[in-house]
């Protein structure tokens, strides 16, 4: 069975890993994690399976809300000013 899409959840690392899938020419929707958690509530046993099995039942169903994607150079700017932020902590604090 061919994959029509690949629902990822949202995430810190989920959106390099979305913007990598779209330059393979994947179709990828990052879906709200709030709304992924609302529907997995009744779960009684959470697993990465059954997330994955979720997942793709929500995304079969169309039950998903996606989630806005930054830019590439967006995620950039922001992984630079979170090291400076941090060297410039870590600078302070060992003096």
Not at 1 to 22: D, F, K, N, T, Y
Not at 36 to 44: E, G, L, Q, R, S
């Amino acid at each position: 069975m061919a994959m029509e899409r690949i629902g990822l959840e949202a995430g810190p690392l989920s959106q390099w890993l979305h913007a990598g899938m779209v330059k393979a020419g994947l179709c990828v929707e990052l879906i709200e994690t709030r709304h992924v958690a609302a529907a997995f509530k009744t779960m009684p046993v959470k697993t990465d399976g059954r997330d994955a099995r979720g997942i793709a039942q929500l995304m079969r169903l169309g039950w998903f809300r996606p989630a806005h994607c930054k830019s590439l150079t967006a995620q950039k700017v922001r992984a630079l000013l979170t090291s400076r932020k941090l060297i410039r902590v870590s600078f302070t604090t060992s003096r």
